[in-house]
């Protein structure tokens, strides 16, 4: 009966997963404080495209993580041609085709050697403006590499408008953004940056947006559909259920959250066995999904999509 009446359903086709691909390793180097995840190889991060499919799950969120020397403080490698989220996407892209959407983050921190989203002025704060030129560059590099989505993650104002130019410019209209809308400055990024060997010192509150605040993420929407977002997210989930809730009833298009490194890590440290793992991932997706998420990204996404395609 319970099944029945359910109000809220997940299907594997809801999730996508976000993965890191390293440069220069051989061998995948698990994440300490995301336990289950890797920094993936090339070649494993294919296996885990093709085994994400193959889950049913929709698509896939690339993260590339370069050698430490590649760094830069204008976060060159992220342009590059040949850096390492250029090289994955078109590893990914020549495995599964067009079967799996193959999403990439679309920012410098990964890149920068002072960590940031942006490039530095002057007295090293970001400057939004000359970041926003170097956001161009970088979705032409990955639309050229053959993604299909582009997710700005930085939150710099003006970003959206700025990449679909950059995009229509070099005739990938078809290059979809999913514009990470209502990001918040959040404790909850702790894990992600090991996972990406991010060398950030401080704190990303002057772009990202204070945890205490709804109408300010309102106004952000507002400016991506009219800078022309395809899609919108909510990052972190959990926390901000409220902000999904007010978007989803809000827009026409697609909304999306992202179940993020700290939420993730705080049910993987179930093997305490304080709560029990399995339920918590499946009640915390739900819950998403309730609040208005049509996607989830969850580093959960394989797993969880295998198990439902069980009837798990
Ligand atoms: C920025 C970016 C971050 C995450 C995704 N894209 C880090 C940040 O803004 O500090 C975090 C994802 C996670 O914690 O799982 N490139």
Redesign the pocket.
């Known amino acids: 009966m319970r099944r029945m009446v359910a109000e809220t359903r997940l299907h594997p086709a809801d999730l996508i997963l ?1 993965a890191f691909v390293r440069e220069g390793i051989t061998e995948p180097v698990p994440i300490g404080a995301m336990p289950g995840v890797v920094q993936h190889t090339r070649d494993t991060l294919r296996k885990a495209a093709v085994e994400a499919l193959e889950a049913g799950v929709s698509g896939i969120m690339l ?1 590339g993580v370069p050698e430490d020397a590649r760094k830069d403080a204008a976060g060159t490698a992220g342009t590059d041609p040949d850096g390492i989220l250029q090289v994955a996407i078109r590893d990914v892209r020549a495995e599964v085709g067009d079967d799996l959407v193959i999403m990439s ?1 679309l ?4 890149f920068t050697d002072h960590g940031h ?1 942006g490039v530095l002025d002057a007295e090293g704060r970001v400057d939004n403006d000359a970041t926003l030129e170097r956001y161009a560059e970088m979705a032409q590099v990955q639309a050229d590499a053959g993604v299909h989505v582009v ?1 700005p ?3 710099m104002d003006g970003q959206v408008g700025v990449v679909r130019d950059a995009l229509d410019t070099i005739g990938k209209e078809d290059v979809a953004i999913l514009a ?1 809308t209502a ?1 918040y400055s ?1 404790a ?6 090991e ?2 060997g ?1 060398s ?1 010192e401080g704190d ?1 509150k002057t772009y ?1 947006q204070d945890p205490a605040n709804l109408r300010e993420s309102m106004r952000e929407l507002a400016l991506d559909l009219e800078e022309g977002a395809d899609m919108v997210m909510v ?2 989930a959990g926390p901000y259920l409220d902000v999904l809730a007010k978007v989803a009833a809000t827009v026409d298009v697609p909304v999306a959250a ?1 179940q ?5 890590a705080m049910v993987e440290a179930a093997e305490k066995g304080w709560i029990d793992r399995d339920k918590a991932i499946l009640e915390s997706l739900t819950g998403i999904r309730r609040a208005g998420a049509q996607m989830i990204l969850t ?1 959960w996404a394989t797993e969880v999509a295998q198990k439902l395609a069980r009837g798990v």
């Open positions: 976000p993260f983050d920012c410098l921190d990964e989203c997710g993650s930085g939150m990470y990001k959040s909850f990024y702790g894990p992600f940056r996972a990406v991010s950030l990303r990202q990052k972190p992202y993020i490194s700290g939420e993730y580093y």
